[in-house]
């Protein structure tokens, strides 16, 4: 198993920005892609972004494309989202989630979730 932990969420005014991090132990951190997913209230979890494990590779949703950014140091098996000019519709339980060492961008091929972390962004 992969058990992972997200922090970094909180609330922030809209046009501001936050970091979550996301630190994996155990299990094959390095050789796993890693995504963000997010849940608001009353909707489905939905994919946010998600890296390769040669962090070469990123992929965004279309929603925070230019505003997010993931990155990964397998040196200390964490995985980061910076959160840049959020808004107000980014409010929700953003999740990390390890992968196999293919870059899925559905939640279902994701093997491994952290307990998620709140972001609220007020207008």
């Known amino acids: 198993q992969v058990p992972l932990v997200e922090s970094g969420g909180g609330l922030v005014q809209a046009g501001g920005s936050l970091r979550l991090s996301c630190l994996a132990s155990?299990?094959?951190?390095?050789?796993?892609?890693m995504g963000w997913f997010r849940q608001a209230p009353g909707k489905e979890r939905e994919f946010v972004a998600a890296?390769?494990?040669?962090?070469?590779?990123?992929y965004y949703a279309d929603s925070v494309k230019g505003r997010f950014t993931i990155s990964r140091d397998n040196a200390m098996n964490t995985v980061y989202l910076q959160m840049n000019n959020l808004k107000p519709e980014d409010t929700a339980v953003y999740y990390c989630a390890a992968g196999p060492s293919w870059v899925p961008l559905r939640s279902r091929d994701y093997n491994y979730w952290g307990q998620g972390t709140r972001v609220t962004v007020s207008s």
């Open positions: 890296i390769s494990w040669t962090e070469l590779n990123t």
């Open positions: 155990g299990g094959t951190f390095s050789r796993s892609a």
